[in-house]
């Protein structure tokens, strides 16, 4: 599981994973840095937006798929309200949803998200590449 570097805090937690620290580890990390920003900015903040995402990204790594789907919706449901629905933040974290559910094997609600995230942002030829990627190939 490898973290992109969106300011210090994400630097730091980068380089202490370079070589791949374990994604439970990561979890802890996002986690906190989650409620960091909630006390900080306010639950519906653009930070606590991104930490949500972030901390899907963590538990799907981990395996904990419906946690990480639960996770990244609240994160859809906030830039939502503060950018509107057809933001790029919106847009990048229905992808990740759709990530998710292709690694659970739900590749019809993927493609499906997939489809529905095209006609809302454009083609995303990423997205269409990873849709194939999921435990079952069609």
């Known amino acids: 599981f490898r ?3 969106v300011d210090a805090f994400h630097e730091l937690a980068e380089d202490f994973f370079a070589d791949g620290g374990p994604a439970q580890e990561v979890l802890l990390i996002t986690e906190a840095r989650l409620r960091a920003d909630e006390g900080r ?3 519906r903040s653009e930070q ?3 930490g ?4 899907g990204d ?3 790594a981990s395996a904990a798929y419906g946690e990480a789907l639960t996770s990244c ?5 906030l830039y939502r309200d503060l950018f509107g629905e057809h933001s790029q933040e ?3 974290t229905i992808h990740n949803m759709a990530g998710v559910l292709s690694e659970r094997g739900e590749l019809d609600r993927a493609l499906e998200i997939y489809g529905h995230e095209s006609q809302q942002h454009g083609a995303c030829p990423q997205a269409e ?7 079952r190939a069609f």
């Open 3 to 5: 973290l992109e570097a």
């Open 41 to 43: 900015y306010g639950v």
């Open 48 to 50: 606590a937006a991104s």
């Open 52 to 55: 949500h995402r972030l901390k």
């Open 58 to 60: 963590a538990l799907g």
């Open 73 to 77: 919706q609240r994160s859809v449901e």
């Open 90 to 92: 919106v847009a990048g």
């Open 129 to 135: 590449r990873r849709a194939g990627q999921g435990p």
